[in-house]
């Protein structure tokens, strides 16, 4: 049943502005859930325009090639493919899927071809009575027009159909061995069109020397760095770009930074005495060594596990101390402690903040921080966002050290993790302290001081 561009458009409304859900929106309606649910994601990717029906389109062979291979690359449900490239019925995109497995890029051009055939008799005996030179040229623009949705399979956008700048790209790349005009009639594309993309395409990038300054600082940390931090790095060096256009330089570079895993737990119940959080994640200090944190990390290399156990000052995030260990036992932490308590000058005694795991509640570790005039405080339990530095400085270790590559040994993997605290400390800039690393944000605030 076809409904009203008014109908459509009442229904979206009725459900965006939150007075219902879809099923109960569609009953009021007496909509099929299904075809509302379809109609949202059109109005929501390409506005009520997208409602409208009344308009017939007209979808070209590399649209549809377009569609199909969108359609096979991605995870994505139909219904939400046909949304995102404004097709009314999935079914289209079903009917196209199923042509496209049957006979490949042909199905499209035979599409154009049965069309053709369905035609008024006079048109049959005009085609009939073609001459050879006609045969010919007709000939040669049906391989043109093969050969053009065969290159565009290779320059289609990832979410969106191939514009002139795609087509021109793939006309340019097919002119010596096929005329233009069957190119651009093949494409849908005008010759001022083709001649005016060209002429971008030959003009210089003006961001050519940024970019490659880009590509030379995202390599040189690594990977690690998004785009926040690439900009505020090219602010260092004077270079005025606004933090979108970095974005949008980096993007066209495919440079972007991974995503932050999980992290080890170390709680194993009620074991000793646990202390109060007395930090209650009030994770700014003002001074060095006025507040730090720690806990352990888990890693796998070469068919064994590595432990990390660092502190961390909260002033300027520097590792102040940190140990490795094959397994996670109490003089991991007695020695990263030891490290710690070394660093102090006379007269500090910082609040020295963990989770509730049993490393933190022996005797012994207790006994060591009392000695020395330290306070201890603790997470409550099963609320990692108490120690929320701590953890989000692991996913940085592990996003960026950790997962970009495969560690054949448990030395090769503490070889690596060494070289990062170093380089965390010594040389990676945090946005939260001006563009500085920690060592560099401390010396300056000794200095100031």
Request: charged share 25%; with cysteine; hydrophobic share 35%.
């Given at each position: ?25 569609a ?8 075809s ?10 390409h ?30 449900s ?16 079903k ?27 006079d ?6 009575n073609m ?7 007709e ?5 043109a027009e ?5 290159a565009?399979?290779?320059h ?15 006309i ?13 009639k ?13 002429s ?13 300054l ?6 040189e ?10 900009h ?62 720690t ?21 300027n995030g ?24 070394e660093?102090?000058?006379e ?6 903040h ?8 022996i ?66 800039i ?14 300056e ?5």
């Open positions: 049943m076809k409904h009203s561009f008014e109908v459509k458009l009442a229904a979206v409304n009725h459900y965006l502005a939150g007075h219902a859900g879809i099923i109960s929106t009953k009021l309606f007496q909509l099929s859930h299904t509302l649910s379809h109609w949202i994601n059109l109005f929501l990717l506005g009520p325009r997208a409602l409208d029906c009344r308009h017939k389109r007209s979808y070209s062979p590399e649209d549809k090639l377009c569609v199909v291979l969108y359609a096979l690359g991605h995870s994505e139909l219904p939400r493919v046909a949304a995102r490239f404004n097709i009314p019925s999935h079914n289209t995109v009917n196209w899927i199923k042509g496209y497995r049957k006979s490949g890029n042909e199905a499209f051009i035979r599409r154009r071809k049965e069309k053709s055939m369905t035609r008024s008799d048109t049959h005996e005009n085609e009939a001459t050879p030179e006609e045969m010919k040229n000939l040669r623009y049906l391989r093969n050969a053009y949705l065969k565009m399979q290779e289609l956008l990832e979410k969106k159909p191939p514009g002139a700048g795609e087509k021109t790209k793939v340019r790349s097919l002119r010596c061995g096929h005329c233009q005009s069957d190119l651009l093949a494409a849908g594309l005008a010759r001022s069109t083709l001649y005016y993309q060209l971008l395409q030959k003009a210089k990038d003006k961001y050519a020397d940024v970019k490659q880009i590509a030379s600082i995202f390599h940390h690594r990977g690690c760095y998004g785009y926040r931090r690439i505020c790095e090219l602010q260092k060096r004077g270079l005025k770009f606004s933090g979108k256009t970095v974005r949008k330089l980096m993007q066209q570079l495919g440079l972007k930074s991974p995503v932050r895993l999980k992290k080890y737990r170390s709680y194993r119940g009620n074991m000793g005495l646990a202390a109060e959080n007395i930090l209650q994640r009030q994770f700014k200090a003002e001074a060095p060594c006025e507040k730090w944190v806990d352990i990390t888990e890693f796998r290399a070469g068919g064994q596990k590595l432990y990390l156990s660092p502190i961390l000052d909260l002033f520097e590792i102040v101390a940190w140990e490795t260990a094959c397994r996670p036992t109490e003089e991991l932490v007695k020695r990263m402690l030891n490290k710690g308590l660093s102090l000058a007269g500090e005694k910082p609040l020295l963990s989770d509730q795991g049993w490393h933190y509640r005797k012994s570790y207790q006994s060591a921080l009392a000695d020395r005039g330290l306070v201890q405080s603790m997470s409550r339990k099963g609320n990692c966002l108490d120690n929320a530095v701590m953890e989000n400085f692991f996913g940085h270790l592990k996003e960026e050290m950790y997962y970009r590559r495969d560690y054949r040994s448990v030395e090769e993997l503490e070889n690596a993790v060494n070289e990062y605290i170093t380089y965390w400390n010594q040389k990676r945090k946005l939260s302290l001006g563009g500085l690393s920690p060592v560099e944000y401390r010396t605030y000794q200095k100031a001081g």
